[in-house]
């Protein structure tokens, strides 16, 4: 055992860490692998102004892994003679060129989404900018073919809950450190509710965190939003709640820090949304995609 990445912590956080691991001293607290994690806030999210498409690399195609039921199993309708294009945005996954995506549909480009998502645990510990690309390619060919192009007028279609899949918001450095983010604590599933009779969001935030015996806590998030445009909400923090009291008593000298990557407060823009997933972008350009249960789990 040994003590590493808690430079900046303080005695009274240390403190914590020793109480939640049921009296083990923070001399001797196990230090393990950390999992990625993070967050979107609720909804809030910018207009994609800009579009940057890298040019394609000559890299042969390989077959995608047959163990994902998600991912086309017919060559992509850009393909001549069910040969798919010979050039590919990235070897490692397999993704067809720019143009060969834009023959796809929107089923198969969910597919190469989700292939892309693998292993990323949400982007929140920061994506390879390679693979940055790649996804936020697939997310703006999709939010170009927007099923529900009024979200707003029709909010039984994002009525309920969702898990988020997927955030260019990131937890990195001393903000890592200060929530023990770097294996003392671990997060879990974030996910939302959506109650549009009520006009009422709830965020769920799960941490998992370690010791003799592992502590599960969660941190909620309460907002209100109301409608301004047929594809915009403004979004209001109301309350938030920490529990347990050992979690709390752990985040409580930097709970602001952590209302601060977790409030979704400000303007929400749903750019797509169909029956298996939502893209939204937040008045601070970050993106966000979350799923229905059947397709985050």
Known sequence: ???????????????????????????????????????????????????????????????????????????CPASTNGARDSSVIGADLNIPALHG??????DELKGFLFHALEGLDRGIFGVPTARKVQIEQLIELLEDRNPLPRPTENLDKVNGEWRLLYSTITILGSK??????????????????????????????????????????????????????????????????????????FFRRNYNLLLSIFNPEGWLEITYVDDSIRICRDDEGHIFLLGRDNIAN
């Open 1 to 75: 055992f040994k003590i590493r990445c808690f430079f900046e912590l303080s005695a009274e956080e240390l403190l914590a860490m020793a109480e939640l691991s049921l009296g083990v001293p923070s001399a001797l607290l196990p230090v393990q692998a950390s999992h990625p994690p993070l967050c979107y806030g609720l909804l809030p999210a910018a207009p994609h102004l800009h579009h940057f498409t890298p040019p394609p690399l000559s890299i042969p195609w390989r077959p995608l892994c047959p163990a994902c039921p998600l991912l086309p199993k017919t060559a």
């Open 176 to 249: 890592r450190t200060k929530l023990g983010l770097r294996g003392f604590v671990t997060l879990g599933d974030i996910t939302q509710s959506l109650d549009i009779e009520q006009m009422k969001a709830v965020n769920i935030v799960m941490f998992h965190v370690a010791g003799l015996v592992t502590l599960s806590g969660s941190l909620t998030i309460e907002s209100s939003y109301n409608v301004t445009s047929p594809t915009r909400v403004n979004v209001h923090y109301e309350k938030s709640v920490v529990t347990p009291e050992q979690l709390l008593n």
């Open 101 to 106: 995506l834009r023959s796809c549909s929107n």
